[in-house]
């Protein structure tokens, strides 16, 4: 397996969808190549730190105005 | 606590399921209930695609107001999650259009790479790169750097590896087909942890010290 190929199956093995063949060849190139590691490695990286931080904060009173938006269009009796 | 359920083979109903139901009768407290699960959600896909403070704030109103009265339309058989997404993607596209008046908007819109490239810095990241920053600078290096994603690229990227949508749903949502997102998805990623690296590589050696330039 070269490298191309090897990134080109990057999402397949965080997605966990691999066959056990590819599989085994994939590991067998991560083992060789610390290049690919170091991709592999700091990608996971990069989408976790991305899950786990809020970078965009909620605006304060933005759910009571739409609750109140809501009240205003409710139809039955709420 | 399902346990035997699942032993059973019993598919348990989506708890979103009653929740819609109970809004359809006329509960408001119900649907209170799902915008509290989904605003944070609909408000950073909003944030992400327009770009905007309060484009998202307003984009977050709509959505939440749509979905309320269509919610006769929806159909039980996708998410609610699912759906309220897809028109706060639609809100969010909607509200850069009226924007950029006469430009088009478009996820769609065509996106210049070198065709599987392989990234050739070596740069490992150091243990814990999230330790060099307080939290506001992190936040701050983390926005600047998926802002500076072509917007079809950060689109896939927030649905699926922030939000949590599947591939199809991803799919679906954008009107892309799956290999689209895949490949999307993949230089995204790619170019998220590049731009990434700047910040978090391994520093050169133990003797190097705050000062040094
Ligand atoms: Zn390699």
């Known amino acids: 397996m070269k490298c ?5 199956l990057l999402d397949d093995l965080m997605d966990d969808s691999l ?15 610390e290049h690919c590691e170091v991709i592999l490695n700091t990608t996971r990286k990069t989408i976790e730190i991305y899950r786990s931080h809020e970078i965009y904060d909620l605006p304060a009173g933005l759910r009571e105005r739409l609750h109140a938006a809501i009240m205003t269009r409710c139809k039955k009796s709420c | 606590m399902s346990t035997i359920q699942s032993i059973a083979g019993e598919l348990e109903p989506h708890p979103d399921v009653a929740l819609v139901e109970r809004v359809r009768e006329g509960d408001v407290a119900a649907y209170d209930e799902l915008v509290r699960k989904y605003e944070r959600q609909v408000f950073r896909i909003a944030q992400h695609i327009t770009q905007n403070r309060e484009d998202a704030e307003d984009v977050m109103q709509d959505a939440f107001l749509k979905a309320y009265e269509k919610l006769d339309q929806f159909q039980g058989n996708s998410k609610f999650y699912t759906w309220l997404v897809r028109i706060a993607v639609n809100e969010s596209l909607m509200r850069l259009r009226k924007r950029r008046t006469g430009k088009m908007v478009s996820i769609d819109e065509e996106i210049e790479t070198e065709e599987g490239s392989v990234p050739r810095d070596l740069a490992d990241w150091a243990p814990d790169p999230e330790q060099n920053y307080n939290q506001a600078e992190l936040a701050e290096i983390l926005r600047k750097t ?14 699926r590896d922030v939000e949590g949508l599947s591939t199809e749903e991803t799919a679906e949502t954008l009107n892309l087909s799956i290999p689209a ?4 998805l993949l230089r995204a990623r790619l170019q998220l942890r590049e731009r990434l690296s700047r910040y978090f ?13």
């Not at chain 1, 191309?4 to 080109?8: G, I, V």
């Not at chain 2, 998926?146 to 649905?159: A, E, K, N, S």
């Open chain 1, 19 to 33: 066959t056990p063949e590819v599989r085994a060849d994939f590991e067998q190139h991560l083992s060789g190549c």
């Open chain 2, 146 to 159: 998926i802002q500076g994603l072509p917007q079809g690229f950060r689109i896939v990227f927030v649905l």
């Open chain 2, 201 to 213: 590589h391994r520093k050169k050696g133990p003797g190097e010290t705050r000062n040094e330039k």
């Open chain 1, 4 to 8: 191309s190929e090897f990134l080109a």
């Open chain 2, 181 to 184: 997102v895949k490949s999307r």
